[in-house]
């Protein structure tokens, strides 16, 4: 059975940094791009970090979407199953629930629509 369990949200001013841990027991971590998302409020969930399997590349890459370029930093820990999520510079337009998932997110109903409970960020002063 999958399992995704994202931790470390929370409220910051703005300006602040949070740091994100997702823990996933299963079969959907290995060899597999894994991604953060988030969703806001009233819009859709999103995509805003990814990171390859380095498995296949012995390169570990990552990609990010522009809102959060440059203040975010995604990184994987094989041994461990876990997926991080470094954040800084945070404004109140990054506050959303933050989910971890593989990538893309047609590959998570393929894989049979596992999602954790997700964790709250709030930026606000």
């Known amino acids: 059975q999958v399992q995704l369990v994202e931790s470390g949200g929370g409220l910051v001013q703005p300006g602040g940094s949070l740091n994100l841990s997702c823990a996933i027991s299963?079969?959907?971590?290995?060899?597999?791009?894994m991604a953060w998302y988030r969703q806001a409020p009233g819009k859709a969930r999103e995509w805003v970090a990814i990171v390859t399997s380095p498995e296949e590349t012995n390169i570990e890459d990552t990609n990010y979407a522009a809102s959060v370029k440059g203040r975010f930093t995604i990184s994987r820990d094989n041994a461990k199953n876990v997926v991080y999520l470094q954040m800084t510079n945070l404004n109140p337009e990054d506050t959303a629930v933050y989910y971890c998932?593989?990538?893309?997110?047609?590959?998570?109903?393929?894989?049979?629509?596992?999602w954790g409970q997700g964790t709250q960020v709030t930026v606000s002063s």
């Open positions: 998932n593989v990538y893309p997110e047609p590959l998570v109903r393929h894989l049979g629509g596992y």
């Open positions: 299963g079969t959907i971590f290995s060899g597999r791009l």
